[in-house]
């Protein structure tokens, strides 16, 4: 059995082969310390880092819950004066409380969008990248910043070798991997040219490298997504490329994983609760957002919340 220690995959996944006990105490006691030291550098960085101080145009996919919530709500507090956060998702309710949450907890003049849009429907991204887009002039902007952060498991009740049905394919991955491609081209397109400081961050996972039953969908779709931005980050020097693996977060996204059928996947998650291994998607969005603004990653490097990897 493999131990966290020669482990090369994410907690979550890890968590789930790596069952020993003081190895799970290691993994706690590093998630304490991730606390401290976070307090310590967003203290330090407190306003006008070169990365949140000048103003940004960021967008944020996924922003009406869970974890894409969380990065809204502790981007905004970061982003200087005359910065605009797009927050897209399906539903104007859900956006609508990340809304209220962002303007109660940021201290500057912050242009807060909301953009409605079903990512599975790939005829409707030239309206909705306008959308999301529209009234954005370069010269406005010092940073451009793109979270590719929405996201679906797909249908967890079946296996790899059971999902025959093209159209649903097709929307699975439209969703979680097509949007993400051309809505970065679109941005690219927006934002042509070096003078603005631009960041493009993957939302990845752990289960882009190691396999989880249930999530072949899932799997291949973050696999697909880290190598993308690689190319990308290949391809384009003048711009930050980050993947980033938020860990095992409570939210809706993880509550689907944990009912996929497999009991030996449901026990795991549920040990890991019971251990207090389960992330606020709060101290992990906050993770990401130091991640960003120490700016030490290299570009097309894939983390996670535990300083994992280098890939
Ligand atoms: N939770 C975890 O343990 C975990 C672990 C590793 C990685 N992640 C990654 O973290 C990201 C966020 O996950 P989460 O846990 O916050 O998930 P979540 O709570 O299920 O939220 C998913 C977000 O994606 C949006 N979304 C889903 N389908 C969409 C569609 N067809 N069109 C447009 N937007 C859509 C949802 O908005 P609407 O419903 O309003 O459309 C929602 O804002 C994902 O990329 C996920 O893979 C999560």
């Not at 006990?21 to 590093?30: D, E, R, T």
């Not at 902007?141 to 979270?147: D, W, Y």
């Not at 101290?283 to 890939?311: I, P």
Request: charge should be negative.
């Amino acid at each position: 059995m493999n131990t966290r220690k020669d482990c090369r995959v994410s907690p979550e996944i890890c968590d789930i082969f790596c069952m020993d006990s003081v190895i799970q105490f290691k993994n706690a006691a590093a998630i304490f310390n991730h606390d401290r030291r976070q307090t310590g550098l967003i203290m330090a960085s407190t306003g006008l880092s070169a990365m949140f101080g000048p103003a940004t145009f960021c967008a944020v996919t996924g922003g009406s819950r869970g974890l894409g919530r969380s990065i809204a709500v502790q981007l905004a507090g970061r982003l200087g004066e005359g910065s605009r956060l797009v927050l897209t998702g399906r539903s104007l309710q859900g956006l609508q409380e990340t809304k209220r949450q962002v303007e109660e907890g940021c201290p500057n003049q912050l242009e807060v969008k909301l953009v409605t849009g079903d990512m599975e429907d790939t005829t409707a991204y030239p309206a909705l990248f306008f959308d999301i887009f529209a009234d954005t002039q370069p010269g406005d902007f010092k940073n451009a910043l793109m979270i590719h952060n929405a996201g679906t498991v797909g249908d967890v009740s079946k296996r790899a070798a059971e999902h025959s049905d093209p159209q649903i394919l097709n929307k699975y991955y439209a969703t979680n991997l097509t949007s993400v491609i051309a809505l970065t081209a679109k941005f690219m397109e927006v934002f042509p040219c070096s003078d603005v400081r631009r960041t493009v961050v993957n939302i990845s996972s752990g289960a882009a490298i190691e396999p989880l039953a249930h999530h072949a969908l899932y799997c291949s779709g973050k696999a697909a997504r880290n190598m993308f931005f690689k190319v990308m980050a290949e391809e384009e020097p003048d711009v930050r490329v980050l993947s980033y693996s938020p860990g095992p977060l409570d939210t809706d996204m993880l509550q689907t994983v944990r009912s996929c059928g497999d009991k030996k996947i449901e026990d795991r998650f549920n040990a890991m609760e019971s251990k207090g291994l389960i992330l606020s998607p709060d101290h992990s969005a906050k993770h990401m957002c130091t991640l960003l603004d120490e700016d030490k990653f290299k570009s097309g490097a894939f983390l996670d919340v535990f300083d994992r990897f280098s890939l």
